[in-house]
């Protein structure tokens, strides 16, 4: 099986986009955007995980079974994340006993 041939200009477009991507991550960081400098942060580290992904560990140039495979494994992720939110927001909303 013969490995992808990327180009270094491909890598240098991804390296910067991650190095702007890390500069803006912590430009958000100083600013009061409340409940937004969280979702901001999640979005902008997914955009960052994908790059690396799709570019530096050449998931873009596999086969469709590996694309598969990640795609499951971040349904999987999402499962877990979506059941554990679950389990932290409605901690409150069943009575205790002796209270």
């Known amino acids: 099986m013969s490995q992808p041939t990327v180009s270094i200009k491909t ?4 390296w910067l986009a991650l190095l702007g991507l890390t500069l803006l991550t912590s430009l958000i960081g100083l600013l009061d955007l409340g409940l937004f400098n969280l979702v901001t942060a999640i979005v902008i580290a997914g955009i960052k995980a994908s790059l690396i992904a799709f570019f ?3 998931a873009f140039y596999e086969s469709k079974l590996v694309r598969v495979v990640l795609a499951g494994g971040v349904l999987w992720f999402l499962i877990l994340i979506s059941l554990t939110l679950g389990d932290y927001l409605t901690r409150g909303l069943l009575p205790f006993p002796g209270k």
């Open 11 to 14: 890598y240098t477009f991804t």
């Open 56 to 58: 530096f560990m050449h």
